[in-house]
């Protein structure tokens, strides 16, 4: 049964958060993660190695946030192909005034899909922007219209 949350992420990204979560759990004095510049985990690896690494109280704030993340996580459970707005979608949208659509997956932002594909959190202003028109506050005052045009399963790349 598909359960409709704010951690929805694909498989992709879930690994993703773990190998991140295993990069910060290495102390910096080992060499892993410690250039914000390399690649954390070897061959092929695209974890970022964050700038934060050496400041002990992000490192453990980021930790935190990860570990609650992958104990929450519904990893690409198929979400019902009913064109409502949920996460675990595809949504397309037309803002008021424009002609051109987007697109973006309704999903965990924290963890991002290599696919090209936009994620949007569920509890952001277009997340929660569901059923046909709903406007919205942008951080600049500015009010936005947006439609939902369609929500689609994501469905991945591979």
């Known amino acids: 049964m598909y359960k409709t949350t ?10 993703r958060l773990k190998e991140e979560l295993r990069v910060l759990s ?3 004095e080992d060499g892993i993660g410690a250039d914000s510049g390399s690649d954390a985990g070897g061959a092929g690896d695209t974890v970022p190695a964050p700038r934060y690494i050496h400041d002990p109280a992000v490192r453990l704030a980021r930790v935190q946030t990860i570990e609650r993340l992958l104990r929450e996580a519904v990893v690409e459970e198929a979400a019902p192909d009913d064109g409502v707005a949920a996460p675990g979608k595809v949504l397309t949208i037309r803002y008021d005034g ?3 659509t987007e697109e973006f997956l309704l999903g965990v932002r924290d963890a991002p899909v290599a696919d090209a594909v936009t994620v949007y959190s569920p509890r ?15 951080p600049s005052g500015a009010v936005i219209g947006v439609t939902l045009v369609n929500a689609a399963p994501y469905r991945s790349a591979r």
Do not use: V
């Not at 202003?125 to 919205?136: I, V, W, Y």
């Open 98 to 100: 424009e002609e051109d």
């Open 6 to 15: 704010d951690t929805w992420m694909t498989r992709e990204a879930y690994e």
């Open 26 to 28: 290495t102390p910096p």
């Open 124 to 138: 952001s202003p277009l997340g929660a922007a569901r059923g046909e028109r709903r406007t919205f506050t942008s």
